[in-house]
Each structure stands twice: as C-alpha cells, then as structure tokens.
C-alpha cells in the first residue's frame, strides 16, 4: 500500500503502511538512543518485536486508562525522561491507541520544547483516524481533552497485524471514526466504504483499504486547516453529543463508539429541524446502530442533568449557544448554535426514546 506525507506547520511527516508489527516497531526507531512509551498489553503481546530497539533503562510502560492521560499522571513520565538524560538528539517512539498518543504527544511537545517522536498506532481508532492531524489533548480532573496543543509525530507507522488483539468494542468504535470521515466526504466515499463495510466488521485485510482512504479524507481537511479554526471543525461530527455519552456513562462507553451514537444523534436532531429527510437519518443510523447494541444498556440509564454537564463543557461551545455539526446529506454539513434547554436537551432526550422503541420492537420481534 502506497505511502504519503502530510504537510504541518511544525514538520512534515510520513504516514507508513508496514508489513508486520516488528517492522513498524524497527522502522519508527531510527535514532542513536530511542526511548520507548507504549502501552503495557501491547509490549507483553509482542515482546520480540522490541528486542534490539531499546536499552531496558529506556523503557517506560503505561496501562491505557484515560485516568492516566491527565497533568497528574504524566509528572512521573517527564521526571523519567529528564533522569534518563533524553536530550535533542533522542527519539520517543510511541507505541498504543490514543490514550499513549496522546500521552506521547503532549510529553514530546513540551519536553526540551519539542523533540523528535514517532507513532506506531496499535488500535483501529487510532490507526483510522487519530495519528493524523496533529492534535494532542489530556484530562484536567472532570474535564476531558482541555489540556493541548498540535504537535504532530515526526512519522507514522501502520500494519494490519497488530489490529488482530483488539477486542469486539475497540474494533467497533474504531469502524466508528471510520464511518464519520465517509459521512464527511461525500456519497461516493460514503458509498465505496459501504461496499467493504461488512469485511471490515468482518475484521478481513481490506480494513487496511478503508483506513487508507479515510486518513487521505483528512489529510486534506488537516492541511487546510490544521489549527482547527475553519473547515477541519466540521471532522468533529458526531464529538459533541458523543463525549457528553462518555462522560455522563464514565467512558463505559468507548469513544468511537460514543462518536457513532452521537453522529445518529446529530442525524435525529437534523431530521427534526427539517435539515434532513427521514429516509436519510435512516440510511445513516442503519449503517451506526450495529456498532452500538452492546451499550444500549449503559446509554438508557443516563440521567440527563449528567447530560447538561456534560455538553456545556465541550470546548467547541460559545457562550451561551451548544454548537452542533448537523448535516443536510451525506456531505453536507454545517455548524448549527443551538439553545441547550430549548432544543439540545429536548432532540437528545427525544433520540433516545427513539433508540429505545426501535430496541423494543427489534426484541418483540425475535
């Protein structure tokens, strides 16, 4: 699969599509001392692949826990790093889904401000749609992702063999961030994801086809507008009511996924002011609703004044408006302010008496 570079403010980088792990591993570590960041299960599902790379003084391992991407869990990772003499001419090699991304990204921004560090993404998500773009974001206590900066990796490196391990519900939620950039792009890239779409959930090579195209969807929103102030808000469809599902369930519910059920949501909300025909909300959530049946559990019981909470938080907001990507078709998307008590609540509280009737029916059904 070809390669490609993308374009930043801060440096360029390449974006790898490797034949096995090891040799995403090797090809990330190419410095005279590399230090390695990388996610606990990873390093002890394929310890080989790192023989060689790293003296074990250069080593630091870390549980993917989003409590653990937070200014109080990192002290200890910059205290390492600064012990162990890391200076400009050393690497960071990252290894692990977004949660050691964005770990790796914040420490490598900051540290010596700024050194050299490469990505080698280990989940769907990340590989999907995280590793590009720049972005690196941390927890600050009950608030998610308001600690940050665009500091891309000096390289990426993508395989397929790594994306085996993954569990059901991190393969979901990364087909999630998948089906966002296709929504995004338009009919035919919405259209030829849907072609492989039940391979991909199949977990067959062809997923390796979908992240490619996706990354490249991005790529051209990223490189338009890196710093997030113009056409590249519109790739956080979906985020606004899904990191209020995150946060209100206590991330039971995984990101991707969250995502998914906030774009149906976005969808639902559109429909009802008249942006949107109802065959279309349909089409959209049909293609959603499998990635989310083993939540619905998690998403009925949230309360909606968690919910409030939560969505007047998001950094996207104004002041006194809920700003919601909403969309008119497939590729057709705007920025919509909205009242939070007069239609936010009201349309989110609506789509979730939706949800549960179909749920219901499909039951009463068997």
Not at 231 to 246: D, K, M, Q, S
Request: some cysteine.
């Amino acid at each position: 699969m070809e390669n490609f570079f993308i374009k930043s403010r801060a440096h360029d980088y390449e974006v790898r599509f490797e034949d096995s792990f090891a040799n995403s591993v090797k090809r990330a570590a190419d410095s005279q001392r590399n230090f390695l960041l990388a996610d606990k299960k990873v390093y002890a599902l394929y310890p080989n692949a790192f023989k060689g790379l790293f003296d074990s003084q250069d080593i630091y391992l870390v549980e993917a826990l989003e409590s653990n991407k937070s200014y109080e869990a990192l002290v200890p990772l910059f205290e390492w790093l600064l012990r162990q003499n890391f200076r400009k001419d050393c690497k960071l090699v990252v290894v692990g889904g977004g949660v050691t991304q964005d770990m790796g990204a914040f420490v490598a921004n900051l540290l010596l401000r700024g050194v050299r560090w490469s990505l080698v993404p280990t989940t769907l998500l990340a590989q999907g749609d995280s590793c590009i773009g720049s972005k690196s974001s941390i927890n600050f206590g009950s608030f998610k992702n308001q600690l940050g900066y665009f500091y891309p990796p000096h390289s990426v490196h993508l395989c397929y063999e790594v994306l085996g391990t993954l569990s059901d519900d991190d393969w979901n939620s990364g087909l999630g961030e998948i089906v966002k950039l296709a929504i995004i792009a338009g009919e035919s890239s919405f259209s030829r994801a849907m072609d492989v779409f039940s391979d991909a959930q199949a977990r067959k090579p062809v997923v390796m086809e979908l992240i490619r195209d996706t990354l490249l969807i991005k790529k051209d929103f990223i490189e338009r507008d890196e710093l997030d102030v113009g056409p590249r808000r519109l790739l956080n469809f979906g985020h606004t009511f899904g990191h209020a599902y995150e946060s209100a369930t206590n991330y039971q519910i995984p990101h991707g996924v969250a995502v998914a059920i906030g774009m149906g949501n976005a969808a639902f909300v559109s429909q009802k002011l008249g942006m949107l025909p109802e065959e279309q909300f349909k089409l959209v959530w049909s293609t959603l609703e499998p990635l989310t049946k083993q939540f619905l559990v998690q998403l009925f019981a949230i309360d909606m004044r968690t919910i409030a909470s939560a969505i007047q938080r998001d950094k996207k907001n104004t002041s006194n408006k809920i700003n919601c990507i909403l969309l008119s078709g497939v590729g057709k998307l705007e920025i919509r302010p909205l009242s939070l008590q007069e239609d936010v609540l009201p349309l989110i509280e609506g789509f979730l008496n939706w949800i549960k009737a179909q749920d219901n029916q499909s039951r009463s059904l068997r």
